[in-house]
């Protein structure tokens, strides 16, 4: 990665602080994300990574703190001008949360129906790139959700965050749920995905072979707040309590063997 792709900021968090009634989950917590860059976003349960994600893309409003993303805060724009940036990325829920009365292809096209006007034939042969982007195999299109594996669905969930071809992709424990051949293999994936198409990858998970795999950088949510960003070793040469549990662990040593 290029020094200049590491100084370019695309998401930029400043001083969130969000609450739901009187529990705050997070005060003044501070995240870059630089362009070009898988971060891993880790903490332990009830540390609000998937509401940081949701607060991020818009879904949860801050209540004190600004969120910049492309250099802009989107919450600053009109709705339509709001809606064009949001093209810009792509988001993988944890269950891949596809429209079950749809087929994988039509799954995929949703994007290109809301946003674009195709015709059904390019809509069409668009998802069939899509599909095998992920490594589906051609005739996974006319399949629905329940016919498909989770690992399948996992892959069919991320074509469908691929559509519009985004800058950002947002993935929410990606691997949950997948046994260790299929996690492998997904991780795989964000890999070549990443350096095929340049994308910034925000990654939130638990799972720390997806974090020695995928990342460049992690980012520890504890004590309402960003506590550490840095590498794996950073991560690895950190006295705080949790941070060295998690990452000097049994899973974490289990993790390094398999390196």
């Known amino acids: 990665m290029s020094m200049a792709g590491k100084s370019e900021p695309i998401i930029e968090v400043e001083g969130l602080m969000t609450a739901f009634g009187d529990h ?8 870059t994300v630089n362009r070009g860059e898988v971060i891993g976003i880790v903490g332990g349960s009830g540390t609000g990574k998937s509401v940081l994600l949701r607060t991020i893309l818009g879904l949860k409003q801050p209540d004190a703190g600004r969120i910049r993303v492309f250099g802009i805060d989107l919450a600053e724009l009109p709705e339509e001008e709001r809606r064009l940036h949001e093209r810009r990325w ?7 949360a596809l429209f079950s009365a ?9 994007p290109y129906r809301e946003h674009l006007h195709l015709s059904p034939e390019l809509m069409d042969e668009l998802a069939a790139i899509k599909i095998a982007m992920v490594g589906l195999r051609p005739t996974a299109g006319a399949l629905y959700p329940s016919e498909l594996s989770g690992g399948m669905r996992k892959r069919a969930g ?7 071809d985004p800058e950002i992709l947002f993935l929410d424990e990606p691997t949950a749920g997948l ?20 994308l910034t990858v925000f ?3 638990h799972d720390l072979d997806t974090l020695h795999a995928t990342c460049d950088r992690i980012a520890v949510l504890a004590e309402k707040h960003v506590i550490l960003v840095g590498t794996i070793d950073d991560m690895l040469r950190s006295d705080h309590p949790w941070i060295h549990e998690y ?3 049994p899973r974490a040593r289990a993790a390094l063997a398999g390196k």
Request: aromatic letters at 6%.
């Open 24 to 31: 705050v989950i997070h005060e003044n917590l501070d995240l």
């Open 90 to 96: 792509g988001v993988l829920f944890q269950d891949g």
């Open 102 to 110: 749809l087929t994988v292809a039509e799954n995929i096209q949703v």
């Open 158 to 164: 991320l074509a469908r965050a691929l559509a519009l």
């Open 179 to 198: 046994d260790p051949i299929g996690a492998a293999a997904f991780d795989d994936l964000i890999n070549e995905l990443k350096e095929a198409l340049g």
């Open 203 to 205: 990654l939130v998970t």
């Open 247 to 249: 990452f000097h662990g």
